[in-house]
């Protein structure tokens, strides 16, 4: 059994809690209010990824403190508001270095989606390998409603996820799904009444893929998600450039504006 050596108190947005018993680690995001993606925050999760990778984890479940409400509303609409161009360089590897590591991990990954999960908040379900929501929740790459043109690796998890019909469907009207939905067009793989019943199911997944040998189920996973990885490799630095420049422009600017007003009005700010 594995031994756990990183010290995970260390972690500030993130609870992990380690089952010694069978190797799985259960990780709850927990920035407030709303688990949205900040540089601070990748930089914390693809750390974790490391330690957990280093201690030989036997399995990982992701979700959030913020229990029927939010898993995560993406990215953090409040940093990429004019930022500067280091930042928005530095924030935009960090998102690719992060969804890339969590896309090939050796061990299984489920997200247990106890909440929304719009536009960037569905990241981490996509690059985990199996998907349990709760009821009343909306989930969907919606970011072509406010003028952002997906990086190509996110566009092929998608399809990965759903099929090229339904993610071009999906993509192109940027349709947020109900849970209902998102299990009919197999974007989540069960629905569970509660969380506690999604945690038990994700640990039934997770202990299937125990009865396959480690490094051949590895071999397999990578082999099968090729496509996505050669598009997270495929001519990085201009991708990142592509992306550094459309979070510039004056009309994803304009666009984070008018959402940024929209919650604060929201909120009778
Ligand atoms: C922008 C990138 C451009 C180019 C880059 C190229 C490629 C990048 C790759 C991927 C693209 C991904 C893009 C995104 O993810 S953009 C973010 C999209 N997210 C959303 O549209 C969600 C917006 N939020 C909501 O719909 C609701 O808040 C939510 C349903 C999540 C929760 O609703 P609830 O009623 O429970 O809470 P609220 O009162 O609305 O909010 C509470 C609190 O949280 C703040 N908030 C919400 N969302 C965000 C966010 N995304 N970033 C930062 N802060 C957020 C909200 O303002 C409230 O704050 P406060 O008033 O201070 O309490």
Known sequence: MPYVCADYSKYKFVNVCWNSENGIATVTLKRPPVNSLTAEFLRELSSLLLDLEKDETQGLIFTSEFDEKVFSAGLDFKELYRPSIDHAKEFMSLLHSFSFRLSCTAYPTVAVINGHAPAGGCIIPLCCEYRIGL????IGLNELKFGILLP???SSLMIHTIGSRNAEQAILSGTLFSSEHALRIGLVD???PTKEVALEKATAFLNKAKIVNRS?????????RRPILQEFQKDIENEL???VSLLMSD??????DAHIKILKE???N
């Open 135 to 138: 009821n009343n929740f909306n």
């Open 152 to 154: 190509d690796w996110l």
């Open 190 to 192: 069960e629905i569970a």
């Open 216 to 224: 051949l189920r590895l071999d397999a996973k990578l082999h099968l």
């Open 241 to 243: 450039a592509k992306n």
């Open 251 to 256: 009309k994803v600017q304009q666009s984070l």
């Open 266 to 268: 929201k909120r009778g």
